[in-house]
């Protein structure tokens, strides 16, 4: 099972809009509603910010949203703030032949 | 609020097993799913295996036969062990919990790092 695809990198100024992609196949983001994003500021764990494509756990500010096209999913960062400075991973539940997840190659988002 | 802590070697030899343990506190072991997922330095995250207090186990498939998940359910812990390691293996080590009804996980250990040497 392969990494789900993410830029390497997005940047944008402070009060500005960006997306981050994730993308992976029928098998994987296409084929179930169960894409995550996490942050992860350095040294961190990972921090949950976005379940079920659309989902915002209890506390996440809603400058984040999810969304969800065929096979490729996105992070919508709003109103971006310097502490949204952090590296953002999605990940996909796939069964294909046994339960398992599978996370994508990463992105730092930078705030100019 | 739950909270998970890793524990174990910080350094394991070429060969050798890793043995981790996460302790889980304010909250039962019996409740949901558990995870490792692993993140080599400066890499993405990979997801190693899942268990349930039943002991009921999946593991990705590349990691499949090196990796154990056990749980103890008197100590509220669960276990990790990976035989045969190389420097491959070399990574920061997380337990996690799985959000209960979705497939993703809400709460995640400090992490531990683990380097793979001789």
């Known amino acids: 099972q392969s990494a789900l695809t993410q830029p390497a990198s997005v940047s944008g100024s402070p009060g500005q809009s960006i997306t981050i992609s994730c993308t992976g196949t029928?098998?994987?983001?296409?084929?179930?509603?169960?894409v995550s994003w996490y942050q992860q500021h350095p040294g961190k764990p990972p921090k949950l910010m976005i379940f079920d494509v659309t989902n915002r756990p209890s506390g996440v500010s809603n400058r984040f949203s999810g969304s969800k096209s065929g096979n490729t999913a996105s992070l919508t960062i709003s109103g971006l703030q310097a502490e949204d400075e952090a590296d953002y991973y999605c990940s996909s539940y796939t069964s294909i032949s046994t339960p398992l997840y599978v996370f994508g190659t990463g992105t730092k988002v930078t705030v100019l | 609020q739950v909270h998970l802590q890793e524990s174990g070697p910080g350094l394991v030899k070429p060969s050798e097993t890793l043995s981790l343990t996460c302790a889980v506190s304010g909250g039962s072991i019996r409740s949901n799913w558990w995870s490792w997922v692993r993140q080599p330095p400066g890499k993405g995250l990979e997801w190693i295996g899942e268990i349930y207090h039943s002991g009921s186990t999946n593991y990705n498939p590349s990691l499949k036969s090196r990796v154990t998940i056990s749980v103890d359910k008197s100590k509220n812990q669960f276990s990790l062990r990976l035989s045969s390691v190389t420097a491959a293996d070399t990574a920061v080590y997380y337990c996690a919990r799985h959000m209960t009804g979705a497939n993703t996980f809400d709460s995640w250990g400090q992490g531990t790092l683990v380097i793979v040497s001789s």
């Open positions: 029928s098998s994987d983001v296409g084929g179930y509603n169960s």
